[in-house]
């Protein structure tokens, strides 16, 4: 059974940074693509960052520039850095994970708050 764990949420003035940590059980971390979403109150789930097994980097334009994905395989440690935090960034953050030749990402975290005042 694999497990996602978020943490480092919390409550941030707008300009502010946050990083999130990921932690993911088991022995077989480095196989995973990983990504963030986010879901603000009465919107739908968005997507935030991807990192693919080799490191390569993805990111939708609201946040590219001010959001960083990285991974830590020793650690089996995906991390979300957010600096130049908006009050539109207010949501619940998910860490999610993609394993080797599945196309959608099938192990969920619990979702972490993040509140970015204004």
């Known amino acids: 059974q694999v497990q996602v764990v978020e943490s480092g949420g919390g409550l941030v003035q707008a300009g502010g940074s946050l990083r999130l940590s990921c932690a993911v059980s088991?022995?077989?971390?480095?196989?995973?693509?990983m990504g963030w979403f986010r879901q603000a109150p009465g919107k739908e789930r968005e997507f935030v960052a991807a990192?693919?097994?080799?490191?390569?980097?993805s990111y939708p334009d609201s946040v590219k520039g001010r959001f960083t994905i990285s991974r830590d395989n020793a650690k089996n440690t995906v991390y979300l850095q957010m600096n130049s935090l908006k009050p539109e960034d207010t949501a619940v953050y998910y860490c999610?994970?993609?394993?080797?030749?599945?196309?959608?990402?099938?192990?969920w975290g619990q979702g972490i708050q993040v509140t970015v005042s204004s």
């Open positions: 990192i693919s097994r080799s490191g390569s980097t």
């Open positions: 088991g022995r077989t971390f480095s196989n995973y693509a």
């Open positions: 999610a994970g993609k394993p080797l030749f599945r196309n959608e990402y099938d192990y």
